[in-house]
């Protein structure tokens, strides 16, 4: 079961099973954006995945940007012996 923080950090979401979204028929294969999926109502949601009509995928992870000098130390640290 997808917890509600899965599904409102979710990046998106893979169709498995045919559905219709709205006006248009939504088919196996297709992805859905995340925010169609945060568009959709909540029950809706439960339903989709319950059914395993979609397979919420998680967003990317962020970069972290790091500082060149604590970078360098931390790989000069990891080649000594």
Not at 17 to 38: I, K, M, W
Not at 39 to 44: D, K, S
């Amino acid at each position: 079961m997808n917890t509600p923080a899965e599904i409102a950090h979710a990046g998106g979401a893979y169709v498995r099973r045919p559905f219709t979204l709205g006006q248009r028929t939504v088919a196996n294969g297709d992805v859905l954006s995340a925010a169609q999926v945060r568009a959709l109502p909540n029950g809706n949601l439960r339903a989709l995945i319950n059914l395993g009509k979609i397979d919420l995928f998680p967003s990317a992870p962020k970069k972290v940007s790091r500082g060149g000098a604590e970078c360098a130390e931390n790989k000069k640290n990891s080649l000594s012996p």
